[in-house]
């Protein structure tokens, strides 16, 4: 059984009359409401923000700044944006950070790094850890069917998402909830549960419990491939990657009328229907076509599709993808 540990005196000593010097590492918009949170707060004194350098946002190949770095120069902060942390790592040891605070930056730090802070580096995770680790916990919370998920602050580590736990707090999975919407609610639940810790780490309460790595789960970092639709599958596991894939990368399959070449076909909505056994009936087979949407067959159920996105075109009801694009029972997804 793992053991709790106290948090060294040394470790949670602060000067009453300074504030915390926090460095924030973050990419990843779910970030943005903690980042605020800092900065509005008297208690704390944002140094700098670090971050991904600005990637191309879509085949125009425009760069697009991350959002943590929008909020930093509103607000007049420091931003620094290296491929690697080691080749500022002296700009960033110059800062004297007392805390280090990241959240969905996309990169591991080093050691270098890790041993900065006269405080602590944490980290926010959005997973009840050790369970989902990795660069995709709430697309895995959803794809695996849990009915909790949570924020986890955790003392970093060499080591992926394996760091001691200082605080866990636990949210509640909403009925069909998607991506996008569990991302929103984790990312106004995060600063919460930060504050929260930050004050046991002032207060002297802080603890160190290590995670039991015989319960630790993976998310491998998603591309497009991922959302994926295979008809051979069950209608609620398919259901699942719906929602988890929702707003990104989008669940698909493909679509193909009269010998025409394959095109994609984003199911934007959909609904596992009653099991049935039917073996003459063929995976991704158009069962039915009606008011309600389009009903596929899957492995032993079938999946109503409600709102789909043709490629090329804008998002519809499934029944009027039927009726534009002529679709009838017996034609075939793929």
């Known amino acids: 059984m793992n053991q709790i540990r106290r948090v060294p005196q040394e470790s949670r000593e602060k000067k009453k009359n300074n504030r915390y010097k926090i460095i924030y590492v973050g990419t990843g918009e779910i970030g943005v409401p903690t980042l605020a949170t800092l900065l509005n707060s008297r208690k704390y004194r944002v140094q700098a923000v670090i971050t991904q350098p600005d990637r191309p946002a879509d085949r125009s190949l425009t760069l697009r700044p991350p959002a943590p770095k929008i909020l930093a120069l509103e607000r ?3 931003v620094l944006q290296p491929e690697k942390l080691q080749v500022d790592l002296q700009a960033i040891s110059a800062l004297e950070p007392d805390l280090i605070v990241t959240m969905a930056y996309g990169q591991i730090l080093p050691r270098e790094i890790l041993q900065l802070p006269k ?3 944490l980290n926010i995770h959005p997973s009840l850890l050790p369970r989902h680790r990795g660069a995709a916990p709430i697309h895995a919370t959803l794809l695996c069917g849990d009915t909790e998920t949570g924020v986890t602050i955790i003392y970093m580590s060499s080591e992926l998402d394996s760091g001691d736990i200082l605080l866990k707090e636990a949210l509640t999975i909403t009925y069909r909830e998607t991506n996008g919407h569990l991302q929103e609610r984790l990312s106004k639940m995060a600063p919460h549960t930060l ?4 004050h046991l780490l002032e207060s002297g309460a802080a603890t160190r419990l290590p995670q039991d790595s015989t319960l630790a789960t993976y998310s491998h970092r998603l591309t497009k491939q991922d959302a994926r639709l295979f008809w051979t599958e069950k209608a609620d596991l398919l259901d ?6 929702d707003p990104w990368p989008g669940a698909f399959c493909l679509w193909r009328k009269n010998g025409k070449d394959s095109k994609r076909l984003r199911i934007l909505e959909a609904e596992p229907r009653e099991e049935r056994e039917d073996i003459e009936r063929i995976p991704g087979e158009v069962l039915s076509v009606n008011k309600e949407g389009i009903t596929v067959q899957c492995f032993g ?5 409600r709102r789909v996105l043709p490629e090329g075109k804008c998002s519809m009801l499934a029944t009027e993808f039927a009726m534009g694009y002529r679709v009838q029972v017996g034609d075939i997804l793929g």
Not at 301 to 305: A, D, E, F, H, R
């Open 76 to 78: 007049g902060i420091p």
């Open 119 to 121: 405080v602590a580096c």
């Open 195 to 198: 504050v929260r810790a930050l």
């Open 240 to 245: 699942r990657r719906v929602r988890a894939m």
């Open 301 to 305: 159920s079938s999946l109503l599709l």
